[in-house]
């Protein structure tokens, strides 16, 4: 007969607990995370390599997808939009339009048929996004130009989901965690559901990751995100 134990906590990765023989007794010790400045140095240098090959790749490609945004519909290439960062500081997120210009604005109008829930806004058929907006999000390259936000350090491959400003207005004590790193262009969001996600959700996966980062836990939701992005699960 086996028996299993659950210490009570949220968030706690089994890398974390480590089991310790005390005066004949086994005792469970719970590891405290904390970000050393060698593994935000490591984190960092892995950013900047990746990133700087991801530019070079992807340089034609983008360069592409400016000429359709361009071309289906009047406006400017690249969205920018406030985000919420590391330790709370604002930025500027770059993104490729995908909306027609004052989709914003319109929003009031469509809250009613929101496919979301808590803060945030979601529809299947939002009749503000283009057709070439249409494919860019189905496909994520929308985000191609947050790779700049990654060489200015204001984002990380790999983190929580940038959150709007209004969000975090909303959010408890506890779920503040999740701003004590940089946002990520991918996460454990994006590769458990991406859209499908409920705004819980969201929270419970970024809190985990901010709780029990490796670069090793680095590098597999690296590995996942390709296949997540193909398989187009969850995408708007």
Not at 163 to 182: D, F, I, M, N
């Amino acid at each position: 007969m086996s028996v299993r134990v659950s210490p009570g906590l949220a968030n706690l990765g089994a890398s974390r607990v480590i089991l310790e023989p005390i005066d004949g007794m086994a005792l469970f010790s719970l590891r405290r995370h904390r970000f050393s400045r060698r593994q935000r140095l490591v984190k960092r240098m892995l950013d900047l390599a990746v990133t700087s090959v991801a530019l070079v790749v992807s340089a034609p490609l983008m360069i592409g997808i400016a000429l359709a945004v361009k071309m289906s519909s009047p406006g400017p290439v690249l969205f920018r939009q406030r985000r919420v960062g590391e330790q709370e500081e604002e930025f500027t997120i770059f993104k490729f339009r995908t909306m027609v210009v004052g989709a914003h604005a319109q929003r009031d109008l469509l809250e009613t048929q929101n496919e979301a829930d808590g803060l945030l806004f979601k529809m299947r058929r939002d009749p503000r996004v283009t057709t070439v907006g249409r494919f860019l999000r189905r496909t994520s390259l929308d985000e191609l130009p947050q790779l700049f936000n990654v060489m200015r350090g204001e984002m990380s491959l790999v983190g929580p989901r940038p959150a709007l400003p209004e969000e975090t207005t909303h959010y408890a004590e506890s779920h503040r965690g999740r701003l004590r790193v940089k946002p990520g262009l991918t996460g454990l969001w994006q590769v458990n559901g991406r859209h499908d996600l409920v705004f819980d959700d969201y929270l419970r996966y970024d809190l985990f990751y901010v709780e029990n980062w490796s670069l090793t836990m680095d590098l597999y939701i690296l590995a996942k995100t390709v296949p997540a992005l193909l398989s187009g699960r969850g995408s708007y």
